[in-house]
């Protein structure tokens, strides 16, 4: 068979295979067609396969890994600045959320969203010197407040918020006549039952408040020593002080309640509260003793609890813990207000810490008093023996982000730009990239820009590592507070140029974005830090190739799409006769080792394209 049949024959063959394929998935060439079909090959912002996988990897490698922080959106500072006690929140039925404060000279309150001081309504002030131990709960429309000063509205201050966001008013004070002044108050919302520490600790009063302004005295609960409760289903937990124990009481018969269990605290500091997680399995205690820890305890089984988790953040003192589900909120006095999982209760994980005493980390009675989480919007306050309350808010994210770098073709004696690249899911205020660069070429650096770069607008600038002798630098980018963060998105947001000598030689140069000594691959998210995955960049020698990305622009087209004409172009160049491809490895779309261009080419291409096969490969 002469040349020419052998093409005919291949033709003819290539072109029924070509039709049966285009047949199968319903698709006919129109002639003349030279436009688009709506399909997208590449994920990538650039058409970069290769670089869309590595970021996949990445993401999966950290999927789940969540940061959390606590950030402070407003600070209130009561006058004068000593006395400050506990904190607890209430949100009215429009949805404002409102912060409520042992303060100075009584109970204020403050509307949450506006950070303004609505009003404080006078409390006890005397027989306590400037330690003014003031704890509040709400139920309904009402706040309840005690205190251990006596004077103006001593008792149970019943504070009426139904007028906000005007007003509050005092509706009265209750006190029984062996019960003046009370140091803690717990409220069971669901059978409408307070619970108030007695006047000398040794003990926790039953009150019927279901005429919510007019609480009426059933009975007492006696304990050697009584300091903190909580009620919740007619279930009672006692933190019972300098007895060294905590109990827990079934308080369905307020005039007979039965004791479930007493348990003594190992080498026990002053047991000072006690805390339920959401499904009752744990309860959590603190003892107000320099050096002891936050114990959290399995309750599951009553006839055999268990301690199984301990935590203390540095200033070696923690005041009150609350629960949400499974995570402490812990007011933990010099080293503020901290968050911590006990989700595995044998290794809990601190997941934020906001410092509100700036003076130190010594177990000193400074700094956080109180924490209250319980807000629909995710505020948590914090409330400081100085007389300030904390408004803060919760802030998370899954850390998929990731910095990476492509790979760059250079000659010697030449200088190479290398982008620095991040896909960011979070809006980012700040970044710090380090970077190292090895290899044979003897890369010098000369400069870096981020002109025309995603981070071009950032007004803050600088390097904070420039070692050149040891091949390691680190550079910060950092929005001003009058600018945008930048949104989330994948694309170059750094450029750094080298040289490469006249003799350079070798395989490749590698420019890393890990760690080096304390300088970390970081960004800034609206009051979270976080380190991210990387993936260096790859520097060469070689001429550039002329595929940018992905393979399959067969045609060249100058959008860059992959299309029906892409596979035309091919059919045509192969088999009819065409012209060859612009760029040959464009055409190599199966990625062969050879960068062979072919029938299985072809095949490939319209598998990508029509019936849901890979994409194209990457460019060489």
């Not at 020593?225 to 109990?247: K, P, Q, V, Y």
């Amino acid at each position: 068979m002469t040349n020419g049949s052998r093409i005919g024959v291949r033709a003819a063959f290539t072109g029924l295979a070509c039709l049966l394929l285009f047949a199968s998935i319903g698709l006919a060439i129109p002639p003349g067609y030279d436009g688009p079909l709506d399909f997208e090959t590449r994920p990538g912002e650039e058409g970069d396969n290769s670089r869309m996988s590595t970021i996949a990897s990445a993401g999966e490698k950290a999927a789940g890994d969540t940061v959390f922080s606590l950030c402070a959106v407003g600070v209130i500072e009561f006058q004068p600045q000593a006395g400050g006690s506990d904190c607890w929140g209430w949100e009215a039925p429009d949805g404002t959320e409102y912060a409520i404060m042992g303060t100075y000279d009584g109970i204020s309150f403050v509307n949450a969203n506006t950070m303004q001081i609505i009003q404080t309504v006078p409390g006890p002030t005397n027989g306590c010197g400037s330690v003014r131990w003031r704890d509040m709960v709400t139920m309904g429309n009402y706040c309840y407040a005690v205190s251990e000063c006596s004077g103006t509205n001593q008792g149970i201050m019943i504070i009426d918020m139904s007028f906000l966001p005007d007003s509050v008013s005092l509706v009265t004070s209750y006190s029984s006549p062996t019960d003046p002044t009370s140091h803690n108050i717990a409220i069971d919302t669901a059978t409408g039952y307070a619970y108030a520490v007695k006047r000398f600790y040794n003990g926790v009063r039953i009150i019927n408040l279901n005429n919510p302004t007019a609480p009426v005295e059933l009975n007492y609960i006696p304990t050697s020593d009584c300091h903190d409760m909580f009620a919740r289903n007619d279930t009672l937990w006692i933190a019972e002080g300098s007895g060294g124990t905590w109990s827990a009481w079934d308080v369905s018969n307020k005039s007979n309640p039965q004791l479930i269990r007493r348990v003594a605290v190992p080498n026990s500091g002053y047991v000072h509260n006690i805390w339920p997680s959401g499904d009752g399995q744990y309860v959590i205690t603190t003892e107000e003793t320099s050096f002891k820890t936050v114990k959290y305890w399995d309750v599951s089984d009553y006839n055999n609890v268990q301690l199984v988790g301990q935590y203390l953040a540095p200033s070696d003192l923690a005041h009150n813990a609350h629960m949400i589900g499974d995570t402490a909120f812990i007011s933990h006095y010099e080293s503020g207000v901290s968050v911590v999982d006990f989700s595995d209760p044998s290794v809990p994980s601190e997941l934020a810490r906001y410092d509100t005493y700036d003076s130190g980390e010594s177990p000193g009675f400074n700094g956080a008093w109180g924490a209250f989480p319980y807000t629909t919007s995710g505020k948590v306050y914090g409330s400081n023996g100085d007389n300030r309350l904390f408004i803060m808010e919760r802030r998370s994210v899954i850390t998929t982000d990731t910095i990476f770098g492509d790979t760059v073709l250079t000659n010697p004696d030449e200088q190479v730009a290398v982008d620095v690249l991040i896909d960011n899911h979070t809006p980012l205020s700040g970044i710090n990239i380090p970077f190292t660069w090895t290899g044979p070429f003897g890369l010098t650096i000369d400069s870096v820009s981020t002109e025309g770069l995603r981070t071009d607008y950032f007004n803050q600038k600088t390097f904070t590592v420039y070692d050149p002798g040891n091949q390691r630098a680190a550079y910060a980018m950092i929005k001003g507070t009058d600018q945008p963060a930048l949104p989330p998105g994948d694309g170059p947001i750094l450029r750094i140029f080298f040289s490469v000598p006249p003799g350079a030689s070798g395989a490749e140069n590698l420019i890393d974005f890990s760690a080096f000594a304390q300088t970390q691959p970081e960004v800034m998210a609206a009051c979270l830090q976080f380190t991210l995955e990387t993936s260096p960049a790859v520097v060469k020698l070689g001429a550039p190739s002329c595929c940018e990305g992905g393979t399959g622009n067969i045609n060249d087209d100058p959008g860059d799409n992959v299309d029906l004409p892409d596979v035309i172009y091919l059919v045509n160049s192969l088999f009819l006769g065409g012209p060859q491809p612009p760029c040959p490895e464009e055409a190599n779309v199966n990625g062969d080792v050879d960068g062979n261009v072919d029938l299985p080419d072809v095949i490939y291409l319209v598998n990508a394209l029509f019936l849901g096969g890979s994409a194209p490969s990457a460019c060489p």
